[in-house]
């Protein structure tokens, strides 16, 4: 047997830099390298699952290549906190460094309690689609205690006469908006089926029915009412409600998988097989093998997830069938595949040191077969031979595989793929070995606690290694967290077999002794493939470049022909806000393009100004435009049925987050508070021009920024009006209104000035819905309506938002004199008197407070605001090396003990960890997680206990 060895050119360019990478648009498949392979893993470690309002969410952002090195492609990471109504909520932008970074979400506390999701995800990923963004789903718990009904109540189910379900609900909209009395759409989800349907309030009530198949498992019902609408970075408490009804809570759903793909007649089969609940969670069961005649062929039981596998020789002539004696005392059979007459079975197996294949068949041929040897789409080995008897084994050493999943493939003469199998490799000498070593036995509120940690390599090594330490109360853990993973069951598990993997945790737990025969019934059913192979590219076109750092791109244009590049040299000076202040300067290329390589300004948003200048440095006036940004990606937000925890568990959560939260200060709750409906901005920089109108008139009802009008403006349109009008008609609609001569007549004693209002019989005036007169700000100044002519010609780049107060508070009357200051108090009143007046305002800000001056278009300079990199923030905990008696005055509860991302161990591998412990008592959990610069990974946990401190009494 001759195994070939792992192909070098492979290898050289998985762990090169991203040219090598790049290349591969212009290289054809030879070299066994799947397209997929050239993806980033992005991996966060969160603090936590379970938060409740208020709280930091700390994470560690880790992105690496294929085999699991630190990245060398990308340097900035997108992580954004996606609410239930797929709307992001927060986005951070990571600055990444030898691709690890870290970061933070502060939850608001008026956010509604529900599930969230947070996505990250790099620019070089999205060639790849979103099974390569990182996804993690946090259930967030308001503190606020909040006396509503729930919204679906009543729930009534009842079996009609043509054998179907009619499902009875009672709707309470307003938990979700008070005083809500509009129309109700209610979404009707299944597998199987959507609908929606309009339900209108009869007698003060909502109230729906509807029928259903009676086979459904489950149907969703989701709630939205009419009239909510998010924009910006406005956000109402609350905008959709679902719950799912079980409809069969006794479904079982058993399936058989064998092992390559086919059941062989008269070959001994690997059949798998997996047992399914109706909340799609496997279930624990017992049964038997049976033929057609009811003969009992083998037992089989599941693990604990619902899964196993049996061997057993199969017959052409007969059909089988897993049987099943549920509680009721009713029998269930679930069919297995059909037994096919040729063909050939593709077995694995292991020893210590070895993976084996055997391939057999029953077809008689002298052909020549091969197998190929794949991890991470990387090929590792190729391995051809002929059947001898219908059979043929070899060995591969299993210190050549990697660790994780390895795809054996097994393919005819012809190229053709007629086989395959996963095997997980888990070889835990090649996993990161950390070994933990406290200071103390004993621990009491606010002790020094140190960590004395150790990492190696399988020979017993020291290793340098980042690695990041989490200590928190173990009582405020997520009580699922074997649901979610960790470092080594992401990289090494989930980030390369798709769908739900329940538990994934304990396949990598060590006390687990059926890890390994878990795994592998993982593999050959979750990972189970029929044959079914998608064509390979040839040939690998990559549309979006790795983005190393900040950056803005754009062109210059003639300023009579926006389509035609300046014929001479044209250089640019570029500045941007932030401390300090960056200075850039650059010469356009011969077609007009620019890209100026930033760097790393740490603030949310930086301002901008671009100014031309021709080769002898005078400023020279072109068009300047910016390269729209990538929009963001879709966003997939994976609903499933709301599954309350029992009460004792939510309310002492709540309890111990209350108590943790009024310790440290942050807000008075009594047990009576409740929470109202409030529209609340968040993102919002209020700055003085801001701030003036706040004070008079409170807080904006919609604000659209300058990111939003960039990405809606289309080249036909003359400038802002253009662009309300059509792309925001429901916020600011238009008129043409026609004025009195007086209402212009700005200079009665001067003949040599034309009143505006011979010049434009009537003025196309911007309003707001439900109002009949809208005022005009610029920058916190009334504009007057000698200007209204320039306001439709407003270049968007210009801008910084145009915000809109529907209601404004306070006395309006006197910017009617404002806005037309040549005419009296009298002229005004005949102006309104035919009507009550409902004012609104329309502000808008511009980039650099230019007020007035912003009308006018700017040549050869742009002004704009950009993303920055986010801020970190260092986490902290408090010291208490001298304690006295007023310091236990203040309780001090975190849930987070300590939280250091980016530690680093010396050349050997140690490493210390300090700090303080707070004044909860009982088990707290050190978590280590770890990645070292060849890709080496590891996990560690052990738990502490803190006793109460008695001099503190």
Request: with cysteine; aromatic share 10%.
């Amino acid at each position: 047997m001759k195994i070939l060895s792992v192909n070098t050119i492979v290898l050289v360019c998985f762990l090169s830099f991203s040219t090598c990478i790049l290349k591969a648009q212009e290289t054809s498949n030879t070299n066994g390298i799947l397209k997929l392979s050239y993806a980033e893993k992005i991996y966060l470690q969160l603090s936590n699952t379970v938060f409740t309002t208020g709280e930091t969410i700390w994470y560690k952002a880790i992105v690496t290549n294929t085999i699991n090195q630190p990245t060398k492609l990308s340097g900035v990471l997108y992580v954004e906190l996606i609410d239930f109504d797929e709307n992001i909520i927060d986005t951070k932008t990571l600055k990444l460094e030898n691709g690890l970074s870290d970061s933070f979400f502060d939850l608001d506390e008026k956010l509604t309690s529900g599930r969230y999701l947070i996505r990250a995800y790099t620019k070089w990923n999205r060639n790849f689609g979103e099974d390569f963004f990182f996804k993690q789903y946090i259930n967030v718990f308001s503190i606020l205690p909040i006396e509503k009904q729930d919204v679906i109540t009543n729930i009534v189910l009842r079996e009609t006469s043509n054998d179907q379900l009619k499902i009875t609900v009672k709707l309470h909209p307003e938990s979700i908006k008070e005083d809500y009395k509009k129309d109700l759409k209610v979404y009707i989800l299944s597998e199987d089926f959507k609908d929606s349907v309009e339900v209108k309030r009869i007698d003060k009530q909502y109230a729906l029915e509807y029928t259903v198949p009676k086979d459904l498992i489950k149907v969703e019902l989701k709630v939205k009412l009419e009239d909510t609408k998010l924009k910006n970075f406005k956000r109402k408490v609350e905008s959709t409600y679902s719950k799912t009804i079980a409809l069969n809570k006794d479904y079982l759903d058993v399936q058989f998988f064998p092992e390559s793909g086919k059941m062989i007649d008269g070959l001994t089969n690997n059949i798998a097989y997996k047992a399914i609940n109706y909340k799609g969670l496997g279930k624990v069961i017992s049964g038997h093998i049976v033929d057609e005649t009811d003969s009992i062929i083998t037992p089989f039981t599941t693990n604990k997830l619902g899964m196993g596998f049996v061997y057993f020789k199969p017959d052409k002539h007969k059909t089988y069938y897993g049987k099943i004696l549920r509680t009721n005392g009713v029998a269930y059979k679930y069919p297995l595949p059909e037994v096919m007459e040729y063909g050939y079975v593709l077995s694995i197996g292991e020893t210590s040191d070895y993976v084996s294949f055997r391939v057999k068949s029953n077809i008689k041929t002298e052909d020549s077969l091969y197998v190929k040897v794949k991890s991470r789409g990387v090929l590792i080995r190729k391995h051809p031979f002929i059947l001898e008897n219908g059979i043929h084994e070899a060995l591969i050493k299993k210190a050549e595989i990697p660790n994780g999943i390895v795809n054996i493939t097994l393919f005819n003469s012809n190229k053709v793929p007629i086989g395959e199998r996963l095997f997980f490799n888990l070889d835990e000498e090649n996993i990161l070995n950390i070994a933990l070593e406290l200071d103390k036995t004993i621990y009491t509120q606010r002790d020094k606690t140190s960590l004395n940690l150790a990492f190696t390599n399988k020979k017993n090594e020291g290793i340098a290694t980042n690695f990041s330490a989490l200590v928190i109360d173990n009582d405020k853990l997520n009580s699922n967290r074997n649901e979610q993973h960790n470092i080594l069951s992401y990289f090494l598990l989930h980030s390369e077999l798709k769908g739900f993997i329940e538990k994934p945790n304990t396949y990598f737990d060590k006390n687990n002794m059926y890890r390994k025969r878990n795994l592998d019934a993982l593999m050959l059913t979750q990972g189970w493939s029929n044959y079914v192979f998608s064509k390979r590219d040839s040939i690998y076109n990559f549309d979006i470049k790795p983005e190393t750092g900040l950056s803005i791109s754009g062109k210059v244009r003639s300023v009579f022909n926006v389509n035609k590049p300046p014929k001479k040299r044209v250089d640019l000076t570029m500045l941007t806000s932030g401390e300090p202040p960056g200075i850039y300067t650059q010469t356009v290329d011969s077609i007009g393009n620019f890209v100026f390589n930033l760097d790393d300004h740490f603030r949310n948003q930086l301002d901008i100004l671009i100014q031309s200048s021709n080769k002898k440095g005078k400023a020279k006036n072109f068009n300047l435009e910016l390269d729209k940004p990538m929009p963001e990606p879709r966003i997939v937000y994976e609903r499933e049925e709301t599954i309350a925890l029992p009460d004792t568990i939510i309310t002492e959560f709540l309890k111990k987050k209350t108590e943790e939260r009024r310790a440290a200060g942050g807000f008075n709750l009594s047990d009576d508070t409740v929470e109202l409906n409030a529209v609340e901005l968040t993102g919002y920089n209020v700055t003085p021009e801001r701030e003036k109108l706040f004070r008079l008139h409170g807080a904006p009802d919609v604000v659209i920024e300058n990111k939003e009008l960039a990405k809606e403006e289309e080249k036909w349109m003359s400038g802002l009006y253009d662009l309300l009008r059509t792309k925001f008609p429901d916020d600011v609609y238009f008129e043409n209104v026609s004025f009195p001569a007086k209402a212009f007549d700005l200079v009665t004693h001067d003949p040599s000035v034309t009143p505006v209002d011979t010049i434009v019989k009537s003025l196309e005036v911007p309003k707001i819905a439900n109002t009949n007169h809208a005022f005009v700000f610029i920058d916190g100044e009334i504009v007057e309506g000698i200007d209204y002519p320039l306001l439709p010609f407003l270049a968007v780049e210009n801008i910084k938002s145009v915000e809109v107060l529907r209601r404004p508070n306070g006395s309006l009357l006197q910017y009617y004199q404002e806005a037309f200051p040549r005419n009296d108090i009298i002229e005004i009143k005949k102006m309104i008197a035919h009507q009550v007046p409902i004012i609104g305002i329309i502000s808008i800000y511009t980039h650099g407070s230019n007020g007035i001056a912003a009308l006018l278009p700017p040549k050869g300079v742009y002004k704009g605001t950009i993303p920055g990199l986010s801020a970190k923030r260092e986490f902290y905990t408090p010291k208490y090396e001298t304690l006295k008696t007023k310091d236990w005055d203040i309780p001090d509860l975190r849930s987070v003990i300590h939280w250091k991302p980016l530690a680093q161990t010396n050349e050997e591998g140690n490493a210390k960890v300090e700090f303080y412990n707070g004044d909860n008592t009982g088990d707290m959990l050190v978590v280590i997680e770890a990645i070292s610069t060849d890709g080496k990974i590891g996990y560690f946990e052990t738990t502490y206990t803190v006793d109460k401190r008695l001099e503190s009494n």
